[in-house]
């Protein structure tokens, strides 16, 4: 079992950045893949960036291509969400997950992932 814990959250303006962290406890980041996904007020939770167990390889979504940048500290045991040029339509809360599905294509798939964390708002004001 692992325990996730995300922060980083808050308010920024558009065109700003913010980097979000996930810190996970009980095992190694390194045994699953992480991904994060999204969910705004009366909206569906979505994907957003994963990373595999590997450690080698990243999937993101297409509005956050080019602009979110996932990636992992095995040593710290976390993994982070870069975000640059955010926009209002970011806004939601953003949620870290593991799975011990290590197929690539499964990864952007919320039911895929077994392990939640408790979210981190994000607002980006216009």
């Known amino acids: 079992q692992v325990q996730l814990v995300e922060s980083g959250g808050g308010l920024v303006q558009a065109g700003g950045s913010l980097r979000l962290s996930c810190a996970a406890s009980?095992?190694?980041?390194?045994?699953?893949?992480m991904g994060w996904f999204r969910q705004d007020a009366g909206k569906e939770r979505a994907f957003v960036s994963a990373?595999?167990?590997?450690?080698?390889?990243?999937d993101d979504a297409d509005s956050v291509k080019g602009r979110f940048t996932m990636s992992r500290d095995t040593a710290e045991n976390t993994v982070y969400l870069q975000m640059n040029s955010l926009k209002p339509e970011d806004t939601a809360v953003y949620y870290c997950?593991?799975?011990?599905?290590?197929?690539?294509?499964?990864?952007?798939?919320?039911?895929?992932?077994?392990?939640w964390g408790q979210g981190t708002q994000v607002t980006v004001s216009s």
């Open positions: 009980g095992r190694a980041v390194s045994t699953f893949g």
């Open positions: 990373i595999t167990w590997t450690g080698d390889a990243t």
């Open positions: 997950a593991a799975t011990k599905d290590f197929y690539y294509s499964n990864l952007a798939k919320q039911q895929s992932y077994t392990y």
